[in-house]
């Protein structure tokens, strides 16, 4: 089975500093790679993804990912965190254990993002 | 843009209840999908559709049931609920051509479903 793990509960970073939120996987085959966010009481939002091709891949709100073949690894990164970056974020690979169209997603535990002033 | 339409957002029902939730999918998407979110949880699948068919099945009660209809719309029927479907569930689409999948699932805004 398709699976992610994000290390880490939560990151505080302060506003202008860089921020990475990490995110690493476990699959058969190619792995598809989705970041999405979550503000408070309200659904996830889609960020980026990575399919094939470059390994950078930029998303939405100045954020990017860097897809790590030989690290298993898929980290959302933005150079400039600012105070509306702070919520829940989750990574997600697409399970293609079935053949069939709808491929469901599975995610990761999330990571709690806190961007201070 | 349009985006996933949810109903109602919020519902409070008694155990042993039953509760109907809908979700209407991006126009054009011929792909429904259905998550569940408990408490400090990540999302986890329940079920999805396309073409109106059951697609792919997670770890749905058999409590639950759900079907898309003609129009590509989704209902998610739940019965005999108990304390522990409190939750926020969530239904996303997503468009498949004949198979050459796009991938990205957009979420609706959630249903919000208390069990007293």
């Known amino acids: 089975a398709q699976s992610v793990a994000q290390p880490e509960d939560q990151v505080n970073v302060a506003e202008g500093n860089p921020l990475t939120v990490k995110c690493t996987y476990s699959v058969s085959g190619n792995p598809y790679l989705f970041w999405y966010v979550q503000y408070p009481n309200r659904g996830l939002q889609f960020l980026l993804k990575y399919i094939t091709g470059d390994n950078l891949v930029k998303g939405s709100y100045g954020f990017e990912a860097e897809f790590n073949k030989s690290q298993t690894s898929f980290h959302l990164k933005k150079p400039s965190a600012l105070v509306s970056d702070s919520a829940l974020y989750f990574c997600?690979?697409?399970?293609?254990?079935?053949?069939?169209?709808?491929?469901?997603?599975?995610f990761g535990k999330g990571t709690s993002l806190l961007v201070t002033p | 843009a349009a985006g996933v339409i949810q109903s109602p957002r919020h519902l409070i029902k008694e155990k042993r209840e039953t509760a109907t939730l809908k979700c209407y999918p991006i126009?054009?998407?011929?792909?429904v999908y259905w998550y569940q979110q408990g408490p400090g949880q990540d999302p986890q699948f329940l079920i999805s559709?396309?073409?109106?068919?059951?697609?792919d099945k997670g770890s749905i009660p058999d409590r639950f049931s759900a079907q898309q209809f003609s129009d590509y719309h989704s209902e998610l029927n739940m019965s005999s609920l108990e304390l522990g479907d409190s939750a926020l569930y969530f239904c996303?689409?997503?468009?498949?051509?004949?198979?050459?999948?796009?991938?990205?699932?957009?979420f609706g805004p959630g249903t919000r479903l208390t069990v007293l």
């Open positions: 559709f396309y073409e109106k068919m059951q697609s």
């Open positions: 996303a689409s997503s468009l498949n051509l004949a198979g050459l999948s796009t991938d990205t699932q957009y």
């Open positions: 126009p054009r998407h011929d792909t």
């Open positions: 997600a690979v697409r399970d293609i254990a079935n053949s069939n169209s709808g491929y469901a997603l599975n």
